[in-house]
């Protein structure tokens, strides 16, 4: 049977700088869509990589004394390693200095040209280098990039133009007639409102440095680094060779790209005559200890350290739990213990480490043997085993579908509080202690049963503590083998016997000095 397929992709990061939190932020989003999306059944393709062409490297680069390749091929290393270190389960990374790219930016330049929409003009306005950005005088703040605050430079320049004017029209109605394209909804009126006051043609060339993919025809110029990396997109996923993933399902990026990902990007698709991406949603910004995260105020998160202090699993749980993925949030060590403790030790560690417990005490680590009546599974319903309502799976579905990590997790979460509750009532010690066994053994398959569950969820978003669950369940197989809308439905009985492992705790409580 053909699986459906499913196309999420990443920014590609430039390698003028280490990656930071800002990074791994967008990263650990997309691979939770990703496994999620496997688990389901689906063919997967999550693309990330590297922007590596413009001037900004070209300058960085000049800055350390090494070439912008050497710099490049450096920084890759440090991406690329991150992304192991997060568990990140990304199929292929894209460099845009590979000839790969380079061949499917070619074929685009042509179709654009061939289309009529690519014309020889001359550049007479200001460039905000540190955001590859052209601005117009009006759009300055106090002489400054109004987007990064920093200086910028005031070009004159030969340049090929993309007749962006063209498709006002076309963008306005496409994004209205495809409420959701832009996400989340603040950020679609954002567009919208920039679009009505005008689109000029776009530069898509430079002429005062080489570091770039050369115009076909014209070595004077390089192609503008947004037009070229942002066909990453489709160089990644095969293109011109191969279309099967395209278009994407969904594009994370963050709000400070958004422009160039829901104006230019569909309106360069459009006219190379390739359907744009479904979905591009745009997340918020982390400050740090309530301050904008900058080299300058030497405040930067930097990933490995606190995947290395806290967990990897950690640390991408508390991305994703602590704040809307399209808000602004503040990262702080303070907030990141807290959930530790609370939501990861104290709830669902606790609730593991108490089950499992009980099944060494009361049962010898093996799991019982047991069928449950329709009282059972009503009684468990109103005890608030949540994945019983038929609803369950599929608001969790629209959560992850609609990037609201927050509220999946937060609905996963209400689950398992209502477990530790039900622990707490129904008093497992006392049953054993005056012997009723059937009553314990429904009890325990319960808990089991719902820590089984909540496995299979929480996966994406946790994969290793996932797999430690499985493995303390005494679950076998490998997650690949998993029938989602089978397994992820709780079972009425367990054929018994599996042995449970205790081991260590899943999330060791942070405890302050
Ligand atoms: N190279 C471009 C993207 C090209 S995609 C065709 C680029 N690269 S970047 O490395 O500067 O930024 C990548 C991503 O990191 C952006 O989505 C940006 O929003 C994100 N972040 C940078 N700082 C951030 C925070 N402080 N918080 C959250 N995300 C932030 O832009």
Not at 199 to 220: H, K, M, N, Q, Y
Not at 254 to 269: C, E, N, Q, S, Y
Not at 348 to 369: C, F, H, Q, W
Request: hydrophobic share 40%.
């Amino acid at each position: 049977m053909n699986k459906e397929k499913f196309y999420v992709t990443t920014p590609i990061y430039y390698v003028n700088d280490i990656p930071h939190i800002g990074h791994a932020y967008t990263t650990v989003a997309a691979d939770v869509v990703a496994r999620y999306k496997r688990l389901k059944g689906f063919e997967v393709f999550f693309l990330t990589g590297t922007d590596e062409y413009g001037q900004k490297v070209e300058k960085a680069a000049s800055a350390a004394g090494v070439s912008p390749k050497e710099l490049a091929d450096k920084v890759v290393e440090r991406f690329k390693s991150l992304w192991k270190v997060l568990n990140i389960s990304n199929d292929d990374f894209i460099r845009t200095t590979e000839p790969r790219h380079k061949a499917a930016v070619l074929d685009i330049w042509e179709k654009v040209k061939a289309g009529g929409d690519i014309y020889l003009g001359e550049y007479e306005d200001w460039y905000c280098t540190p955001c590859e950005n052209f601005l117009t005088k009006a759009q300055l703040e106090d002489e400054k990039c109004p987007d990064c605050g920093r200086e910028v430079d005031k070009l004159k320049e030969k340049s090929y133009f993309f007749k962006l004017s063209e498709y006002q029209d076309y963008l306005v109605k496409f994004i209205k007639d495809n409420p959701g394209f832009i996400s989340p909804k603040i950020r679609e009126n954002e567009v919208l409102s920039f679009i009505s006051e005008g689109l000029r043609d776009l530069s898509i060339s430079r002429t005062a440095f080489s570091w770039g993919v050369g115009v076909p025809e014209d070595p004077a110029h390089v192609m503008y680094v947004w037009f070229e990396a942002l066909m990453n997109y489709l160089s990644g996923s095969g293109y011109p060779v191969k279309k099967d993933f395209w278009p994407p399902d969904v594009q994370l990026i963050g709000k400070d790209i958004l422009r160039f990902h829901t104006v230019f990007w569909p309106a360069f698709l459009k006219s190379a005559g390739l359907e744009p991406p479904k979905k591009v949603f745009a997340h918020g910004w982390w400050t740090v200890e309530g301050k904008k995260m900058s080299k300058s105020i030497g405040n930067v998160v930097d990933p490995f350290k606190v995947a290395s202090d806290y967990g990897v699993d950690q640390f991408r749980f508390f991305l994703l739990r602590e704040v809307p993925f399209g808000k602004d949030g503040d990262f702080s060590v303070n907030a990141l213990e807290g959930r530790i403790n609370s939501e990861l030790a104290n709830d669902l560690g606790n609730l593991l480490s108490r089950t499992l417990s009980m099944v060494a005490k009361y049962r010898d680590e093996v799991i019982p043997e047991f069928k449950s009546t329709e009282e059972d599974i009503k009684n468990a319903k109103d005890s608030g085993f949540g994945f019983f309502s038929p609803d369950f799976k599929d608001t969790f579905d629209e959560h992850i579908c609609e990037v609201r990590f927050h509220l999946a997790l937060e609905q996963l979460w209400e689950v398992v509080r209502a477990m530790n509750a039900y622990v707490d009532k129904s008093a497992p010690w006392t049953l054993a202690k005056e012997g009723k066994d059937k009553e314990l053994d429904l009890v325990l398959f319960n808990l089991l049963e719902g820590l089984r569950i909540t496995a299979l969820y929480l996966y994406p978003f946790m994969p290793e503590s996932a797999l430690r669950i499985r493995k303390s369940l005494g679950i076998e197989g490998s997650i690949s083998a998993v029938d989602f809308d089978k397994d992820i439905l709780f079972r009425g009985e367990t054929i018994g016997g599996l042995k449970t492992d205790k081991g260590s705790p899943l999330f060791p409580r942070i405890e302050k000095e």
